[in-house]
């Protein structure tokens, strides 16, 4: 089974958030506006938030519910470690693209995940 980011959008100046993406499994199952996102603690580490719904809680503050979810965090926990694969690639050649051309327009390339990497 195999993975790969269709398209790819990176987003500059807007704190935590840095890109918007989506995945086509296998399957043909297309995963679409998942975000790559910064952790807030400077660690320079990233992960992936998938699409959610605000709503109101009763106390009166903000929830969000996600679209996607998983049977088990193992589950997820592969997918997660599977496509960061593919975003940081995608952010290593973004990163590339700007040193060398000064811009992050860049074409998505495919990028295929093995099978040892994906989840289910």
């Keep these: 089974m195999n993975m790969k980011i269709i398209t790819w959008k990176r987003i500059k100046d807007k704190g935590p958030l840095k890109a918007f993406f989506d995945v086509q499994l296998e399957s043909g199952m297309i995963l679409r506006s998942l975000k790559c996102m910064a952790k807030e603690d400077d660690s320079g580490e990233f992960f992936i938030s998938f699409p959610s719904r605000e709503y109101t809680k009763r106390n009166g503050r903000q929830g969000w519910t996600d679209f996607i979810d998983f049977a088990n965090e193992d589950a997820e926990n592969r997918f997660h470690d599977a496509a960061m ?19 992050s327009d860049t074409q998505v390339q495919p990028i295929i995940v093995s099978d040892e990497d994906i989840p289910f």
């Design 85 to 103: 694969i593919l975003v940081m690639k995608e952010l290593a050649s973004d990163e590339a693209t700007d040193i060398a051309f000064g811009s």
